[in-house]
């Protein structure tokens, strides 16, 4: 999606979860790395609190005015600081979200392959694009923007494919990464680069792009995070690509969020093994808080499959919402995370 401070009595019990072969695999000890036992993540004496039980299956995006977005079976919900909740939008068949900088709602209409936005003020609704090149999207999943408010956003295909379009010259399915500039001209910037773009990030410099390539109905398929530098029109870099984390045959990355570190905190993992596809279980749910350059920082578990997203939020932006399984959980952090430009 506990352990919540860096004293190394605190951190025992999560690195168990974490199983001694995953700590091989990255070649370093988590016992003994000074940045794990000294950094501090998460407030101290903080656990992860579950707000609500349902309505929260993905999203999450934090309005200052008005709380916390989520994206459950019945619609988008609303939840308030303190944990009370309304259906905001029904039937609005939506998966990432997230607050631009003019503060309106971007949403993934996942049901309806479209992306839109929902101005909060006046409630109109603006499809901002159902299709490129005359092809319909796949199933526009998660969304982020930049600070010139380009919106960038992931087309993964999961589940049933024959009603898919997106199909090259070669015949091969396209899940592509786009961008839409602020006149609304729509750019395919990432075709075949990864195998099924989840998650996606710009940094708040606007230099990096952030892709979590999560192929997990597939046996072999990709588990990464993927870091693209950009250029200044939001392009990414020619042979520019780098892995930054590896969950292997596991459950891998999903949504994530920054700090004003420039950490990383991906939601991922899975709790329960799901062969033939995920077969491993040392990357459990949680959040996995990871450096810029993708060293493991610290885990936090949260008892719930799946663990789908998360977002800074509240007065200080010092608390982390979690979307996890239906259910949304919020823990106290100590840096806190970046606020939109324009707001």
């Not at 494919?161 to 729509?186: C, F, K, N």
């Not at 029109?233 to 570190?261: K, V």
């Not at 499959?305 to 979307?323: A, P, R």
């Amino acid at each position: 999606m506990n352990a919540h401070s860096h004293s190394l009595a605190q951190t025992r019990p999560v690195i168990r979860f974490l199983i001694p072969a995953a700590i091989a695999w990255f070649g370093w000890s988590l016992l003994g790395s000074q940045t794990f036992a000294q950094e501090s993540i998460f407030a101290a004496g903080s656990k992860p609190v579950e707000l609500i039980k349902t309505g929260a299956k993905e999203g999450p995006a934090w309005h200052p005015a008005h709380g916390l977005f989520s994206s459950g079976t019945e619609g988008i919900t609303l939840t308030s600081p303190s944990g009370s909740a309304k259906l905001f939008l029904p039937d609005a068949g939506t998966n990432g979200l997230l607050i631009d900088n003019a503060g309106s709602l971007l949403m993934c209409r996942q049901q309806f392959r479209n992306v839109g936005r929902l101005d909060l003020n006046t409630g109109k609704l603006t499809v901002l694009t159902k299709d490129y090149q005359g092809k319909q999207y796949n199933t526009p999943n998660d969304i982020t923007t930049d600070s010139k408010g380009r919106i960038y956003f992931s087309d993964p295909r999961y589940g049933d494919r024959q009603s898919m379009e997106m199909i090259d010259a070669d015949g091969r399915s396209i899940e592509g990464v786009y961008r839409i500039d602020l006149d609304g001209t729509v750019t395919r910037i990432i075709t075949h680069q990864v195998d099924r773009p989840n998650g996606v990030l710009v940094s708040p410099d606007d230099k990096y792009l952030y892709v979590a390539d999560n192929h997990n109905n597939t046996v072999g398929g990709a588990r990464k995070l993927f870091r693209f530098d950009l250029d200044a029109q939001g392009n990414p870099i020619a042979d520019s690509q780098r892995l930054i984390f590896d969950w292997h045959s596991g459950r891998g990355p999903d949504g994530l969020t920054i700090d004003t570190l420039g950490r990383l905190y991906v939601a991922g993992g899975r709790n329960v093994a799901k062969p033939p596809f995920e077969t491993a279980d040392q990357f459990l749910g949680g959040v996995y808080v990871l450096s810029p350059a993708g060293k493991l920082l610290q885990f936090l578990p949260i008892n719930r499959d799946e663990v789908t997203n998360c977002t800074f939020g509240g007065d200080d932006l010092k608390t982390l919402y979690i979307t996890a399984g239906g259910s949304l959980w919020s823990i106290r952090t100590h840096a806190p995370g970046v606020k939109p430009s324009g707001q």
